[in-house]
């Protein structure tokens, strides 16, 4: 996906212009911790768009496969899920068909993602996204079938969710980095920052967001392929 590589495009020009400057220094000073806290958050904020953004773009795709050509198992999938929580939340009112239903019938699974509030659920999942912490990224990526944790992904089984593809074990190292990142970033400018960035060097912060940077690459690529 162009949106994953425009994360690591931005990686790239934000460590030419906020860490290789400060590369050599031998002690944190108050303009390394600057550069070092305006790398972290903006990678940080383009991460998590990132991935707003290729949920949503997936989301599309998988529609417009139901459409054309046959039911899609990320389409069917989030409309089973949105079905479960709104039984959570008002009771079964017998306004969506089962999922052994849906997965025969495109044209209604498409009725209930366009017209009663499968897509409006998952738009108001991704704009009320906080962050890109390992809750975030579960929350945005479970109900499609994406298994980020195998623990929490086997708590939505009784909501109708199916596998489509899971995080190997490069991606959760991956995911790590991205989250001590998001640590870091959610205290810049303060105190905590300075305290936080302690236990780095310009260099570790730098690997740190290259590893981040390539977890929304891997992402990109196995979403893009899932849309098939």
């Known amino acids: 996906m162009q949106i994953a590589h425009r994360v ?4 790239f020009c934000l460590r030419q212009r906020f860490i290789d400057p400060i590369s050599q220094i031998p002690a944190w000073n108050p303009d390394a911790l600057d550069f070092s806290a305006a790398y972290v958050g903006l990678l940080h904020a383009e ?3 990132a991935l707003e953004e290729m949920v949503r773009s997936i989301l599309g795709n998988s529609r417009e496969k139901t459409e054309r ?4 198992a990320v389409l069917l999938n989030c409309v089973s899920f949105y079905a479960a929580q709104l039984r959570k939340g008002v ?26 509030g499968a897509k409006a659920y998952f738009e108001n999942l991704i704009e009320g996204n906080n962050g890109a912490g390992v809750k975030y990224v579960e929350k945005l990526l479970h109900p499609l079938g994406v298994v980020v944790s195998l623990k929490k992904f086997n708590s939505l089984s009784s909501d109708g969710v ?15 980095e ?5 640590g870091l970033a959610m205290h810049a400018s303060s105190r905590g920052f300075a305290d936080g960035v302690q236990a780095y060097t310009p260099s570790s912060i730098a690997k740190s967001g290259r590893a981040a ?13 899932s849309a098939l």
């Not at 199916?162 to 790590?176: C, H, M, N, S, Y």
Request: glycine share 8%; hydrophobic share 40%.
């Open 213 to 225: 940077a390539d977890f929304t690459l891997s992402m990109g690529r196995k979403l893009a392929r």
């Open 8 to 11: 690591d495009r931005r990686e």
């Open 69 to 72: 050509h046959a039911v899609h």
């Open 47 to 49: 991460a998590e768009s």
């Open 178 to 182: 991205l989250v001590k990142l998001r």
């Open 162 to 176: 199916v596998k489509v593809f899971a995080l190997g074990g490069e991606d959760q190292t991956k995911l790590q």
């Open 91 to 116: 009771g079964d009112l017998g306004l969506i068909p089962p999922r052994s239903a849906l997965k025969k019938n495109g044209p209604e699974l498409i009725k209930v993602w366009d017209e009663l």
